[in-house]
C-alpha cells in the first residue's frame, strides 16, 4: 500500500522561511518523479515543482523561482521543499505527489500518488 505523508506546514510571517518534507512508502522511490503542488481556496491545484528520480533536473512555476528549492533524499524515501521569502500569496494547502519516472507530466492529473496535504500561511 503506497502512503505518501507531507509535513512541515505552518504560520508564518511574510519574508519567513519553512522546509516542507515528504515521505512515501510502499513504492520504490527511485521510480518516481516527485512533485510539489498548492492549492488555495477556491483555486485549481497548480504545480509548485518538480523533481527528477536522480534529482538532476528540476522545474519551478515562475511564481517561485528563485525563492523555493526542490531536493529528494532517495535514501531516506524523502522529498523537501525548502520555501524562502515566503509572500501572503503563497498561503495554501500543500500537497506531494508521485508519478512513474517515464512519465513526463504536465499537470496534476498527471500524478498518481498524492498526500493529504500541509497547511502553509503566511501572514502580511
Known amino acids: 500500500q503506497v502512503q505518501v505523508v507531507e509535513s512541515g506546514g505552518g504560520l508564518v510571517q511574510a519574508g519567513g522561511s519553512l522546509r516542507l518534507s515528504c515521505t512515501a512508502s510502499?513504492?520504490?522511490?527511485?521510480?518516481?518523479?516527485m512533485g510539489w503542488f498548492r492549492q488555495a481556496p477556491g483555486s485549481e491545484r497548480d504545480v509548485v515543482s518538480y523533481?527528477?528520480?536522480?534529482?538532476?533536473?528540476?522545474t519551478y512555476a515562475d511564481s517561485v523561482k528563485g525563492r523555493f528549492t526542490i531536493s529528494r533524499d532517495n535514501p531516506k524515501n524523502t522529498l523537501y521543499l525548502q520555501m524562502n521569502n515566503l509572500k501572503p500569496e503563497d498561503t495554501a494547502m500543500y500537497y506531494c505527489?508521485?508519478?512513474?519516472?517515464?512519465?513526463?507530466?504536465?499537470?496534476?492529473?498527471?500524478?498518481?500518488?498524492w498526500g493529504q496535504g500541509t497547511q502553509v500561511t503566511v501572514s502580511s
Open positions: 505527489a508521485a508519478v512513474r519516472s517515464w512519465v513526463v507530466p504536465t499537470k496534476a492529473s498527471d500524478f498518481g500518488y
Open positions: 510502499g513504492l520504490r522511490f527511485t521510480d518516481y518523479t
Open positions: 523533481i527528477s528520480w536522480d534529482g538532476a533536473r528540476t
